[in-house]
């Protein structure tokens, strides 16, 4: 064991040690820092909006700055382990505690446009093996 260990530095100083590193490179975890605010979240606001309202649906904000008491901002920072740093800012503003407009990174659908409603689940009908029998022997194969 100890011979492996005085090996070890060596092993590093030769021409393949890119294969050798990327074995040993250290685990690094996620960091996940701020509020996560989604479009769901964001689609629920509307102007008028008291700050308790606005609270409820996004959550504590993560700046309230004591200088500009008629804005919020929430900033969601994630660091993966290995990748690229992801960050999305939202800022959000009050005019006499009411919500009055929305500025940032998300913001939600356009509710003017309308789309077909989604189905929340789909059902899907597997014939059972005696129904699969009996249409494999009614269709005629193509030569």
Same mark, same amino acid.
């Given at each position: 064991m100890k011979r492996i260990l005085l090996l070890l530095p060596f092993l590093a100083a030769c021409s393949n040690t890119p294969q050798i590193t990327s074995y040993l490179t250290p685990y690094r975890i996620d960091v996940r820092q701020g509020n996560?605010?989604?479009?769901? @979240? +964001?689609?629920?606001?509307? !102007?008028g909006q008291t700050r308790e309202?606005?609270?409820f649906i996004l959550g504590s904000p993560l700046v309230a700055d @004591? %200088?500009?008491v008629d804005r919020w901002d929430y900033v969601? $920072?994630?660091?993966p382990g290995h990748g690229e740093v992801q960050q999305r800012v939202m800022t959000v %503003? %009050?005019?006499d505690n009411k919500l009055t407009r929305i500025a940032g990174d998300v913001v939600a659908? *356009? &509710? &003017? $446009? +309308? *789309?077909? !409603?989604? !189905? =929340? =689940?789909q059902v899907i009908d597997i014939p059972g093996p005696a129904t699969a =029998?009996?249409?494999?022997t009614d269709t005629p194969e193509k030569k």
């Open positions: 996560f605010v989604t479009q769901e @979240m +964001v689609a629920q606001l509307k !102007p309202q606005v609270r @004591m %200088f500009h969601y $920072r994630f660091r %503003f %009050f005019q659908e *356009d &509710s &003017s $446009r +309308v *789309d077909a !409603p989604r !189905p =929340a =689940a =029998a009996t249409t494999a």
